[in-house]
T-cell receptor
Framework: DGGITQSPKYLFRKEGQNVTLSCEQN?????MYWYRQDPGQGLRLIYY???????QKGDIAEGYSVSREKKESFPLTVTSAQKNPTAFYLC????????????FGEGSRLTVL | AQSVTQPDIHITVSEGASLELRCNYS??????LFWYVQSPGQGLQLLLK??????LVQGIKGFEAEFKRSQSSFNLRKPSVHWSDAAEYFC????????????FGTGTQLKVEL
């Protein structure tokens, strides 16, 4: 079945460590997105990529980095520069002609100890 | 800039009662509007979407929403709520000028009393 796979589902890290969240899609979608979700704040856009080897900052990109070397993959690195990294992270994708409809993965919960 | 307001943080309804979740948006052109639902610890699932045409849109699980341009609203409704509808609901806005970027509201948490 086509879909978006995020891993790991739960992740713990110590302060000062970088961590990379994986996002893979087999929907043949061109665009991919990373959102951060905090209680009471909805979803906020971190980074997005509309084609391979290109990506743009979203509203809260500071302390995060991404790469888009393959169409299927859009990993997110949470760096030690991110001051409050504990959150639920959602990856999404959209295809041409989808008029903005996003398809979401099941999320990764990062906890910084 | 585009934005979405969901004024109700929490709503509690009895099973079998009707439901309306409010959504107001700000967008500079004709918006694309969406409602998503999220169960705890899960991703988001699309309930319905509006691009153009008929302003009353039908979605999955018996939900519908009505686009009212004059009120900048896109409220979600369901005639009879089931206990399994308890979840968090997000309204989102985007459009052809936004490059497929959606802006989400802060969500409404729905509790269903048996």
């Amino acid at each position: 079945d086509g879909g978006i796979t995020q891993s790991p589902k739960y992740l713990f890290r110590k302060e000062g460590q970088n961590v990379t969240l994986s996002c893979e899609q087999n929907l043949n979608h061109d665009a991919m997105y990373w959102y951060r979700q905090d209680p009471g704040q909805g979803l906020r856009l971190i980074y997005y990529s509309q084609i391979v080897n290109d990506f743009q900052k979203g509203d809260i990109a500071e302390g995060y980095s991404v790469s888009r070397e393959k169409k299927e993959s859009f990993p997110l690195t949470v760096t030690s520069a991110q001051k409050n990294p504990t959150a639920f992270y959602l990856c999404a994708s959209s295809g041409r002609g989808s008029d903005g409809e996003l398809f979401f993965g099941e999320g990764s919960r990062l906890t910084v100890l | 800039a585009q934005s979405v307001t969901q004024p109700d943080i929490h709503i509690t309804v009895s099973e079998g009662a009707s439901l309306e979740l409010r959504c107001n948006y700000s967008y500079g052109a004709t918006p694309y509007l969406f409602w998503y639902v999220q169960s705890p610890g899960q991703g988001l699932q699309l309930l319905l979407k509006y691009f153009s045409g008929d302003t009353l849109v039908q979605g999955i699980k018996g939900f519908e929403a009505e686009f009212k341009r004059s009120q900048s609203s896109f409220n979600l409704r369901k005639p009879s709520v089931h206990w399994s509808d308890a979840a968090e609901y997000f309204c989102a806005v985007g459009g052809p000028g936004g490059g497929n970027k959606l802006t989400f509201g802060t969500g409404t948490q729905l509790k269903v009393e048996l």
